[in-house]
Protein backbone atom coordinates (compact mmCIF):
# COMPACT_ATOMS: atom_id res chain seq x y z
CA UNK A 1 0.00 0.00 0.00
CA UNK A 2 2.88 2.39 1.32
CA UNK A 3 4.64 1.79 -2.33
CA UNK A 4 1.63 2.25 -3.98
CA UNK A 5 0.78 5.26 -2.70
CA UNK A 6 4.03 6.61 -3.26
CA UNK A 7 4.11 5.43 -7.11
CA UNK A 8 0.41 7.59 -7.18
CA UNK A 9 2.70 10.83 -5.81
CA UNK A 10 5.50 10.08 -8.54
CA UNK A 11 2.88 9.89 -11.03
CA UNK A 12 0.84 13.03 -9.97
CA UNK A 13 4.29 15.51 -9.54
CA UNK A 14 6.09 14.35 -13.09
CA UNK A 15 2.09 14.73 -14.35
CA UNK A 16 2.47 18.55 -12.78
CA UNK A 17 5.67 18.74 -14.18
CA UNK A 18 4.93 18.09 -17.54
CA UNK A 19 1.64 20.05 -17.69
CA UNK A 20 4.03 23.32 -16.61
CA UNK A 21 6.41 22.51 -19.24
CA UNK A 22 2.93 21.58 -21.99
CA UNK A 23 1.26 24.83 -20.92
CA UNK A 24 4.42 27.44 -21.54
CA UNK A 25 5.39 25.22 -24.79
CA UNK A 26 1.37 25.07 -26.29
CA UNK A 27 1.64 29.33 -25.61
CA UNK A 28 4.51 29.77 -27.32
CA UNK A 29 3.95 27.49 -30.42
CA UNK A 30 0.52 29.15 -30.72
CA UNK A 31 2.45 32.38 -31.24
CA UNK A 32 5.37 31.34 -33.26
CA UNK A 33 3.20 29.26 -35.84
CA UNK A 34 1.03 32.61 -36.56
CA UNK A 35 4.19 34.80 -36.75
CA UNK A 36 5.98 31.89 -39.02
CA UNK A 37 2.88 31.83 -41.10
CA UNK A 38 2.78 35.71 -41.65
CA UNK A 39 6.28 35.54 -41.90
CA UNK A 40 7.03 32.79 -44.69
CA UNK A 41 3.02 33.26 -46.62
CA UNK A 42 0.83 30.35 -47.12
CA UNK A 43 2.91 28.72 -49.87
CA UNK A 44 6.66 28.71 -48.57
CA UNK A 45 4.68 27.33 -45.43
CA UNK A 46 3.06 25.10 -47.14
CA UNK A 47 6.48 23.91 -48.70
CA UNK A 48 7.91 23.84 -45.05
CA UNK A 49 5.37 21.48 -44.24
CA UNK A 50 5.22 18.91 -46.92
CA UNK A 51 9.33 19.22 -47.25
CA UNK A 52 9.48 18.37 -44.18
CA UNK A 53 6.83 15.70 -44.50
CA UNK A 54 8.95 13.18 -46.86
CA UNK A 55 12.27 13.43 -44.64
CA UNK A 56 9.94 12.38 -41.36
CA UNK A 57 8.75 9.88 -43.34
CA UNK A 58 12.51 8.46 -43.68
CA UNK A 59 12.05 8.10 -39.97
CA UNK A 60 9.60 5.04 -39.62
CA UNK A 61 13.21 3.50 -38.81
CA UNK A 62 13.55 5.53 -35.75
CA UNK A 63 9.89 5.39 -34.92
CA UNK A 64 10.16 1.58 -34.74
CA UNK A 65 13.39 1.64 -32.41
CA UNK A 66 12.41 4.69 -30.63
CA UNK A 67 9.59 2.44 -28.91
CA UNK A 68 11.61 -0.74 -28.83
CA UNK A 69 14.40 1.61 -27.15
CA UNK A 70 11.63 3.24 -24.34
CA UNK A 71 10.66 -0.49 -23.73
CA UNK A 72 13.87 -2.04 -22.69
CA UNK A 73 15.57 0.68 -20.81
CA UNK A 74 12.06 0.79 -18.74
CA UNK A 75 11.79 -3.10 -18.47
CA UNK A 76 15.65 -3.68 -17.15
CA UNK A 77 14.81 -0.66 -14.65
CA UNK A 78 12.01 -2.50 -13.94
CA UNK A 79 14.04 -5.17 -13.16
CA UNK A 80 17.08 -3.64 -11.11
CA UNK A 81 20.08 -5.22 -12.97
CA UNK A 82 23.14 -2.20 -13.71
CA UNK A 83 24.23 -4.57 -15.68
CA UNK A 84 21.79 -5.25 -18.17
CA UNK A 85 20.66 -1.27 -18.20
CA UNK A 86 24.26 -0.38 -19.82
CA UNK A 87 24.65 -3.07 -22.12
CA UNK A 88 20.60 -1.85 -23.31
CA UNK A 89 21.56 1.61 -23.72
CA UNK A 90 24.62 1.45 -25.17
CA UNK A 91 23.56 -1.24 -27.75
CA UNK A 92 21.03 1.38 -28.23
CA UNK A 93 23.42 3.86 -28.94
CA UNK A 94 24.77 1.95 -31.36
CA UNK A 95 21.92 0.85 -33.61
CA UNK A 96 20.52 4.78 -33.70
CA UNK A 97 23.84 5.93 -35.31
CA UNK A 98 23.58 3.23 -37.56
CA UNK A 99 19.78 4.26 -38.18
CA UNK A 100 20.57 7.71 -38.61
CA UNK A 101 23.11 7.08 -40.66
CA UNK A 102 20.48 4.99 -42.98
CA UNK A 103 18.21 8.11 -43.04
CA UNK A 104 20.71 10.57 -44.60
CA UNK A 105 21.42 7.83 -47.28
CA UNK A 106 17.58 7.70 -48.13
CA UNK A 107 16.89 11.34 -48.10
CA UNK A 108 19.64 12.11 -49.98
CA UNK A 109 18.74 9.53 -52.45
CA UNK A 110 14.81 8.47 -53.10
CA UNK A 111 14.07 11.62 -50.93
CA UNK A 112 15.87 13.75 -53.23
CA UNK A 113 14.44 12.27 -56.21
CA UNK A 114 10.73 12.13 -55.15
CA UNK A 115 11.37 16.23 -54.59
CA UNK A 116 12.83 17.10 -57.47
CA UNK A 117 10.40 14.95 -59.89
CA UNK A 118 7.18 14.49 -58.10
CA UNK A 119 6.02 17.24 -55.75
CA UNK A 120 4.28 19.81 -56.82
CA UNK A 121 5.93 23.02 -55.80
CA UNK A 122 6.59 26.61 -57.65
CA UNK A 123 10.02 26.47 -59.97
CA UNK A 124 10.83 29.81 -58.37
CA UNK A 125 11.12 27.93 -54.81
CA UNK A 126 12.66 24.88 -56.08
CA UNK A 127 15.99 26.10 -54.92
CA UNK A 128 14.41 26.93 -51.44
CA UNK A 129 13.05 23.57 -51.02
CA UNK A 130 16.52 21.83 -51.78
CA UNK A 131 18.19 23.34 -49.18
CA UNK A 132 15.01 23.27 -46.82
CA UNK A 133 15.40 19.45 -47.20
CA UNK A 134 18.93 19.10 -46.87
CA UNK A 135 17.91 21.02 -43.42
CA UNK A 136 15.71 18.60 -42.56
CA UNK A 137 17.41 15.48 -43.32
CA UNK A 138 20.52 16.44 -40.61
CA UNK A 139 17.94 17.69 -37.93
CA UNK A 140 16.31 14.34 -38.44
CA UNK A 141 19.46 12.31 -38.13
CA UNK A 142 20.39 14.38 -34.92
CA UNK A 143 17.06 13.73 -33.29
CA UNK A 144 17.30 9.96 -33.94
CA UNK A 145 20.67 10.50 -31.97
CA UNK A 146 18.99 11.87 -29.21
CA UNK A 147 16.14 9.33 -28.77
CA UNK A 148 18.37 6.45 -26.25
CA UNK A 149 19.43 9.92 -24.08
CA UNK A 150 15.52 10.52 -23.95
CA UNK A 151 14.43 7.23 -23.24
CA UNK A 152 16.47 7.16 -20.66
CA UNK A 153 15.29 10.29 -18.80
CA UNK A 154 11.75 9.18 -19.10
CA UNK A 155 12.25 5.53 -17.81
CA UNK A 156 13.72 7.18 -14.64
CA UNK A 157 10.49 9.73 -14.35
CA UNK A 158 12.84 11.97 -14.53
CA UNK A 159 10.14 14.74 -15.53
CA UNK A 160 11.46 17.75 -14.21
CA UNK A 161 15.06 17.69 -16.44
CA UNK A 162 12.45 16.55 -19.24
CA UNK A 163 10.45 19.80 -18.55
CA UNK A 164 13.64 22.20 -18.28
CA UNK A 165 15.25 20.53 -21.49
CA UNK A 166 12.16 20.99 -23.70
CA UNK A 167 11.08 24.93 -22.31
CA UNK A 168 14.74 25.63 -23.29
CA UNK A 169 14.33 24.31 -26.71
CA UNK A 170 10.76 26.26 -27.15
CA UNK A 171 12.69 29.57 -25.81
CA UNK A 172 15.29 28.75 -28.42
CA UNK A 173 12.40 28.38 -31.19
CA UNK A 174 10.90 31.57 -30.10
CA UNK A 175 14.03 33.35 -31.19
CA UNK A 176 14.33 31.86 -34.08
CA UNK A 177 10.59 33.56 -35.19
CA UNK A 178 11.99 36.96 -33.54
CA UNK A 179 14.99 36.32 -36.27
CA UNK A 180 13.14 35.54 -38.67
CA UNK A 181 11.34 39.27 -38.92
CA UNK A 182 14.48 40.88 -38.87
CA UNK A 183 16.91 38.17 -41.62
CA UNK A 184 17.74 39.84 -45.16
CA UNK A 185 18.19 36.27 -46.19
CA UNK A 186 15.13 33.94 -47.56
CA UNK A 187 13.24 33.30 -44.58
CA UNK A 188 12.14 29.62 -45.73
CA UNK A 189 15.41 28.75 -45.70
CA UNK A 190 16.64 30.22 -42.90
CA UNK A 191 14.37 29.23 -40.84
CA UNK A 192 15.19 26.27 -41.85
CA UNK A 193 19.44 26.26 -40.91
CA UNK A 194 17.86 28.14 -37.25
CA UNK A 195 15.64 24.66 -36.82
CA UNK A 196 18.56 22.44 -37.50
CA UNK A 197 21.24 24.75 -35.11
CA UNK A 198 18.24 24.50 -32.48
CA UNK A 199 18.29 20.32 -32.94
CA UNK A 200 22.01 20.22 -32.03
CA UNK A 201 22.02 22.81 -29.45
CA UNK A 202 19.49 20.28 -27.09
CA UNK A 203 20.79 16.96 -28.24
CA UNK A 204 24.24 18.42 -26.27
CA UNK A 205 22.37 19.16 -23.51
CA UNK A 206 20.24 15.78 -22.91
CA UNK A 207 23.95 14.20 -23.48
CA UNK A 208 25.52 16.04 -21.05
CA UNK A 209 22.38 15.70 -18.43
CA UNK A 210 22.17 12.42 -18.70
CA UNK A 211 25.86 11.26 -18.58
CA UNK A 212 26.61 13.70 -15.17
CA UNK A 213 23.00 11.42 -13.73
CA UNK A 214 22.36 8.33 -14.85
CA UNK A 215 25.58 5.36 -14.67
CA UNK A 216 24.24 3.52 -17.40
CA UNK A 217 24.78 6.08 -19.63
CA UNK A 218 28.29 5.80 -19.87
CA UNK A 219 28.98 4.39 -23.53
CA UNK A 220 31.29 1.11 -23.43
CA UNK A 221 33.09 0.05 -26.53
CA UNK A 222 31.18 -3.57 -26.36
CA UNK A 223 28.91 -5.42 -28.65
CA UNK A 224 26.55 -7.56 -27.73
CA UNK A 225 25.88 -9.60 -30.82
CA UNK A 226 22.49 -11.09 -28.83
CA UNK A 227 21.05 -7.80 -27.53
CA UNK A 228 21.42 -6.32 -30.66
CA UNK A 229 19.45 -9.07 -32.66
CA UNK A 230 16.79 -9.02 -29.97
CA UNK A 231 16.03 -5.45 -29.71
CA UNK A 232 16.52 -5.56 -33.85
CA UNK A 233 13.66 -8.22 -33.60
CA UNK A 234 11.45 -6.73 -31.38
CA UNK A 235 11.72 -3.56 -33.36
CA UNK A 236 11.28 -5.16 -36.82
CA UNK A 237 7.54 -5.81 -35.73
CA UNK A 238 7.15 -2.04 -34.81
CA UNK A 239 8.08 -1.32 -37.96
CA UNK A 240 4.76 -2.54 -39.76
CA UNK A 241 3.06 0.28 -37.20
CA UNK A 242 5.36 2.51 -37.60
CA UNK A 243 5.51 2.78 -41.29
CA UNK A 244 1.53 2.75 -41.01
CA UNK A 245 1.51 5.54 -39.00
CA UNK A 246 3.57 8.06 -40.85
CA UNK A 247 1.83 6.55 -44.20
CA UNK A 248 -1.64 7.54 -42.57
CA UNK A 249 -0.27 11.07 -42.23
CA UNK A 250 2.79 12.12 -44.30
CA UNK A 251 1.41 10.13 -47.01
CA UNK A 252 -1.83 12.27 -46.79
CA UNK A 253 0.15 15.01 -46.77
CA UNK A 254 1.72 14.16 -49.74
CA UNK A 255 -1.57 13.02 -51.42
CA UNK A 256 -2.89 16.60 -50.89
CA UNK A 257 0.38 18.12 -52.16
CA UNK A 258 -0.11 16.21 -55.46
CA UNK A 259 -3.74 16.51 -55.86
CA UNK A 260 -4.63 20.42 -54.32
CA UNK A 261 -0.74 21.78 -54.20
CA UNK A 262 0.85 23.61 -51.22
CA UNK A 263 -2.02 25.93 -49.64
CA UNK A 264 -3.98 22.37 -49.00
CA UNK A 265 -0.86 21.65 -47.22
CA UNK A 266 -0.87 25.05 -45.29
CA UNK A 267 -4.44 24.58 -44.28
CA UNK A 268 -3.48 20.71 -42.88
CA UNK A 269 -0.15 22.81 -41.09
CA UNK A 270 -2.14 24.88 -39.16
CA UNK A 271 -4.74 21.98 -38.03
CA UNK A 272 -1.56 19.72 -37.06
CA UNK A 273 -0.12 23.09 -34.81
CA UNK A 274 -3.58 23.75 -32.92
CA UNK A 275 -4.19 19.55 -32.90
CA UNK A 276 -0.61 18.96 -31.34
CA UNK A 277 -1.13 21.66 -28.81
CA UNK A 278 -4.51 20.20 -27.43
CA UNK A 279 -3.16 16.60 -27.80
CA UNK A 280 -0.10 17.50 -25.26
CA UNK A 281 -2.62 17.38 -22.77
CA UNK A 282 -3.12 14.04 -22.85
CA UNK A 283 0.44 12.71 -24.26
CA UNK A 284 2.07 14.32 -20.34
CA UNK A 285 -0.43 12.42 -18.56
CA UNK A 286 0.47 9.30 -20.62
CA UNK A 287 4.23 9.95 -20.53
CA UNK A 288 4.49 10.62 -16.60
CA UNK A 289 2.43 6.82 -16.53
CA UNK A 290 3.39 4.80 -19.14
CA UNK A 291 6.53 3.62 -17.57
CA UNK A 292 4.44 2.08 -14.36
CA UNK A 293 2.97 0.16 -17.08
CA UNK A 294 5.66 -1.50 -18.06
CA UNK A 295 7.12 -1.57 -15.25
CA UNK A 296 4.59 -3.83 -13.56
CA UNK A 297 4.48 -5.90 -16.24
CA UNK A 298 8.77 -6.22 -15.67
CA UNK A 299 7.24 -7.31 -12.19
CA UNK A 300 4.35 -9.30 -13.11
CA UNK A 301 1.71 -7.97 -11.06
CA UNK A 302 -0.84 -7.95 -13.45
CA UNK A 303 -3.72 -6.04 -11.56
CA UNK A 304 -1.93 -3.24 -10.98
CA UNK A 305 -1.07 -3.24 -15.00
CA UNK A 306 -5.02 -3.07 -15.78
CA UNK A 307 -5.95 -0.65 -13.26
CA UNK A 308 -3.29 1.51 -15.14
CA UNK A 309 -4.38 0.62 -18.52
CA UNK A 310 -8.50 1.44 -17.95
CA UNK A 311 -7.56 4.49 -15.74
CA UNK A 312 -4.88 6.47 -18.72
CA UNK A 313 -7.67 5.14 -21.50
CA UNK A 314 -10.34 6.84 -19.67
CA UNK A 315 -8.33 9.62 -18.17
CA UNK A 316 -6.81 10.77 -21.53
CA UNK A 317 -10.31 11.28 -22.89
CA UNK A 318 -11.21 13.21 -20.49
CA UNK A 319 -8.68 15.82 -20.77
CA UNK A 320 -8.86 15.63 -24.31
CA UNK A 321 -12.26 16.09 -24.81
CA UNK A 322 -12.21 18.98 -21.86
CA UNK A 323 -9.89 21.21 -24.58
CA UNK A 324 -11.54 19.92 -27.66
CA UNK A 325 -14.97 20.41 -27.18
CA UNK A 326 -15.09 24.64 -27.10
CA UNK A 327 -12.52 24.27 -30.40
CA UNK A 328 -14.92 21.99 -31.86
CA UNK A 329 -17.50 24.32 -31.92
CA UNK A 330 -15.56 27.25 -32.52
CA UNK A 331 -13.25 26.17 -34.73
CA UNK A 332 -13.03 29.17 -37.39
CA UNK A 333 -13.45 31.74 -34.88
CA UNK A 334 -10.70 30.44 -33.34
CA UNK A 335 -8.76 30.60 -36.20
CA UNK A 336 -9.86 33.73 -37.09
CA UNK A 337 -8.39 34.91 -33.34
CA UNK A 338 -5.29 33.01 -33.97
CA UNK A 339 -3.98 34.00 -37.46
CA UNK A 340 -4.35 37.30 -39.49
CA UNK A 341 -4.57 34.75 -42.66
CA UNK A 342 -6.84 30.90 -41.80
CA UNK A 343 -6.41 29.27 -45.52
CA UNK A 344 -9.30 27.21 -46.52
CA UNK A 345 -10.13 24.01 -45.17
CA UNK A 346 -8.08 24.64 -41.74
CA UNK A 347 -11.46 24.37 -39.81
CA UNK A 348 -12.82 21.52 -41.16
CA UNK A 349 -9.85 19.80 -41.15
CA UNK A 350 -9.02 20.79 -37.63
CA UNK A 351 -12.42 19.59 -36.60
CA UNK A 352 -11.58 16.01 -38.17
CA UNK A 353 -8.13 15.81 -36.34
CA UNK A 354 -9.55 16.44 -33.29
CA UNK A 355 -11.55 13.18 -33.64
CA UNK A 356 -8.45 11.74 -34.59
CA UNK A 357 -6.51 12.01 -31.87
CA UNK A 358 -9.15 12.05 -29.32
CA UNK A 359 -9.63 8.22 -30.17
CA UNK A 360 -6.13 7.83 -30.44
CA UNK A 361 -4.84 8.86 -27.47
CA UNK A 362 -7.36 6.78 -25.76
CA UNK A 363 -6.20 3.77 -27.04
CA UNK A 364 -2.58 4.17 -26.60
CA UNK A 365 -2.37 2.66 -22.96
CA UNK A 366 -3.40 -0.59 -24.87
CA UNK A 367 0.00 0.00 -27.20
CA UNK A 368 1.83 0.61 -24.14
CA UNK A 369 1.15 -2.67 -22.76
CA UNK A 370 1.26 -4.63 -25.90
CA UNK A 371 5.19 -3.00 -26.61
CA UNK A 372 5.57 -3.43 -22.43
CA UNK A 373 5.30 -7.64 -23.36
CA UNK A 374 7.96 -7.68 -26.05
CA UNK A 375 5.28 -10.10 -27.88
CA UNK A 376 4.44 -7.38 -30.73
CA UNK A 377 4.07 -9.61 -33.76
CA UNK A 378 0.43 -9.81 -33.94
CA UNK A 379 -0.78 -6.54 -32.36
CA UNK A 380 1.38 -4.68 -35.17
CA UNK A 381 0.68 -7.23 -37.93
CA UNK A 382 -3.29 -6.49 -37.51
CA UNK A 383 -3.29 -2.66 -35.86
CA UNK A 384 -0.68 -2.11 -38.77
CA UNK A 385 -2.63 -3.75 -41.78
CA UNK A 386 -5.60 -1.70 -40.65
CA UNK A 387 -3.64 1.60 -40.33
CA UNK A 388 -2.03 1.61 -43.98
CA UNK A 389 -5.10 1.51 -45.66
CA UNK A 390 -5.45 4.94 -44.99
CA UNK A 391 -3.61 6.17 -47.62
CA UNK A 392 -4.70 3.81 -50.67
CA UNK A 393 -8.09 4.49 -49.68
CA UNK A 394 -7.89 8.45 -49.66
CA UNK A 395 -5.98 8.05 -52.89
CA UNK A 396 -9.02 6.23 -54.27
CA UNK A 397 -11.44 9.07 -52.82
CA UNK A 398 -9.72 11.41 -54.49
CA UNK A 399 -8.87 10.10 -57.93
CA UNK A 400 -12.54 9.93 -58.11
CA UNK A 401 -13.19 13.24 -57.77
CA UNK A 402 -13.69 13.84 -53.45
CA UNK A 403 -12.90 17.15 -51.41
CA UNK A 404 -9.56 17.70 -49.26
CA UNK A 405 -12.08 16.73 -46.46
CA UNK A 406 -12.45 13.29 -47.13
CA UNK A 407 -8.96 11.91 -46.61
CA UNK A 408 -9.39 13.18 -42.96
CA UNK A 409 -12.93 11.34 -42.71
CA UNK A 410 -11.27 8.03 -44.24
CA UNK A 411 -8.90 8.59 -41.43
CA UNK A 412 -11.17 8.99 -38.60
CA UNK A 413 -12.85 5.67 -39.69
CA UNK A 414 -9.54 3.56 -40.27
CA UNK A 415 -8.69 5.00 -36.74
CA UNK A 416 -11.96 3.71 -35.08
CA UNK A 417 -11.91 0.02 -36.54
CA UNK A 418 -7.94 -0.19 -35.39
CA UNK A 419 -9.31 1.32 -31.69
CA UNK A 420 -11.68 -2.17 -31.54
CA UNK A 421 -9.02 -4.16 -33.21
CA UNK A 422 -6.19 -3.42 -30.37
CA UNK A 423 -8.79 -3.93 -27.12
CA UNK A 424 -8.91 -7.42 -28.90
CA UNK A 425 -5.83 -8.19 -29.34
CA UNK A 426 -4.65 -7.46 -25.75
CA UNK A 427 -7.43 -10.31 -24.74
CA UNK A 428 -4.98 -12.73 -26.14
CA UNK A 429 -1.78 -10.80 -25.14
CA UNK A 430 -2.08 -9.73 -21.62
CA UNK A 431 -5.58 -11.37 -20.70
CA UNK A 432 -7.31 -7.71 -20.53
CA UNK A 433 -11.29 -8.24 -19.81
CA UNK A 434 -13.13 -6.94 -23.11
CA UNK A 435 -15.86 -6.41 -20.68
CA UNK A 436 -14.78 -4.12 -18.11
CA UNK A 437 -12.53 -2.23 -20.37
CA UNK A 438 -15.95 -1.45 -22.46
CA UNK A 439 -17.67 -0.95 -19.19
CA UNK A 440 -15.00 0.76 -17.71
CA UNK A 441 -13.96 3.08 -20.51
CA UNK A 442 -16.49 2.67 -23.24
CA UNK A 443 -19.75 3.45 -21.04
CA UNK A 444 -18.08 6.31 -18.96
CA UNK A 445 -16.80 8.17 -21.95
CA UNK A 446 -20.35 8.19 -23.98
CA UNK A 447 -22.00 8.89 -20.69
CA UNK A 448 -19.82 12.21 -20.27
CA UNK A 449 -20.25 12.77 -24.04
CA UNK A 450 -24.76 12.94 -23.50
CA UNK A 451 -23.97 14.70 -20.14
CA UNK A 452 -21.60 17.17 -21.35
CA UNK A 453 -22.45 18.35 -24.57
CA UNK A 454 -26.05 19.50 -24.60
CA UNK A 455 -25.55 22.58 -22.73
CA UNK A 456 -22.59 24.34 -24.24
CA UNK A 457 -23.93 23.21 -28.19
CA UNK A 458 -27.62 24.74 -26.56
CA UNK A 459 -25.29 28.09 -26.24
CA UNK A 460 -23.78 27.91 -29.56
CA UNK A 461 -26.91 27.82 -31.74
CA UNK A 462 -28.93 30.09 -29.74
CA UNK A 463 -26.71 33.12 -28.27
CA UNK A 464 -26.00 36.08 -29.75
CA UNK A 465 -23.88 38.04 -31.14
CA UNK A 466 -21.03 36.54 -32.60
CA UNK A 467 -18.43 38.08 -30.37
CA UNK A 468 -15.08 37.81 -28.41
CA UNK A 469 -17.06 38.16 -25.34
CA UNK A 470 -19.38 35.28 -26.54
CA UNK A 471 -16.23 33.21 -27.45
CA UNK A 472 -14.42 33.33 -24.10
CA UNK A 473 -18.72 32.48 -22.63
CA UNK A 474 -18.85 29.69 -24.69
CA UNK A 475 -15.41 28.12 -23.99
CA UNK A 476 -15.83 28.66 -20.37
CA UNK A 477 -19.27 27.16 -20.24
CA UNK A 478 -17.22 23.85 -22.29
CA UNK A 479 -14.97 23.20 -20.05
CA UNK A 480 -17.63 23.20 -16.84
CA UNK A 481 -19.78 21.08 -18.34
CA UNK A 482 -17.35 18.81 -19.54
CA UNK A 483 -15.71 18.76 -15.51
CA UNK A 484 -19.03 18.51 -14.21
CA UNK A 485 -19.77 15.45 -16.54
CA UNK A 486 -16.53 13.65 -15.57
CA UNK A 487 -16.76 14.22 -12.04
CA UNK A 488 -20.50 12.88 -11.68
CA UNK A 489 -20.67 10.01 -14.47
CA UNK A 490 -17.02 9.70 -15.37
CA UNK A 491 -15.40 8.55 -12.41
CA UNK A 492 -15.67 5.88 -9.75
CA UNK A 493 -15.86 6.46 -6.47
CA UNK A 494 -12.36 6.30 -5.35
CA UNK A 495 -11.72 8.89 -7.48
CA UNK A 496 -14.19 10.62 -6.94
CA UNK A 497 -13.22 10.83 -3.20
CA UNK A 498 -9.47 11.51 -3.94
CA UNK A 499 -10.95 14.78 -6.08
CA UNK A 500 -13.20 15.72 -3.12
CA UNK A 501 -10.05 15.33 -0.48
CA UNK A 502 -7.68 17.33 -2.41
CA UNK A 503 -10.13 19.94 -2.73
CA UNK A 504 -10.69 20.18 0.68
CA UNK A 505 -7.08 19.93 1.44
CA UNK A 506 -6.42 22.99 -0.70
CA UNK A 507 -9.66 24.67 0.49
CA UNK A 508 -8.42 24.46 4.44
CA UNK A 509 -4.44 24.91 3.64
CA UNK A 510 -5.94 28.77 1.91
CA UNK A 511 -8.11 29.17 4.79
Not at 60 to 79: D, K, P, V, W
Not at 320 to 326: A, D, E, G, H, T
Amino acid sequence: MFETSLTNKRIAKNTLLLYFRMIFMMLVSLYTSRVILEALGVEDFGVYNVVGGVVSMFGFLNSAMSSSTQRYITFELGRGVMGEQQKVFTTSVQIHMFIALIVVLLGETVGLWFLENKMVIDQSRHSAAFWVFQCSVLTMAVSIISVPYNAIIIAHEKMSAFAYISVVEVVLKLCIVFLLLVTPFDKLIFYAVLLLVVQLMVRVIYGSYCNRHFKETKLRCIWDKSMFKEMMGFAGWNLIGNCASILSTQGVNILLNIFFGPTVNAARGVAVQVQNAVLQFSQNFQTALNPQITKNYAKGDREAMYKLIIRSSRFSFFLLFFLSLPIFLMTQEVLELWLKRVPDYSAVFLKISLMIVTVDAMVNPLMVAATATGHVRHYQTIVGGVVMLITPVAYVALKLGAAPPAVFVVHFIVCVVAAIARIYILKSLIGLSVRNYMTQVGKNLLMVILVGVPLPLSLYYFVTPDNFLRMVSLGVVCMLSVAMAVYSVGMDVNEKKFVTDQFVKKFNCKK
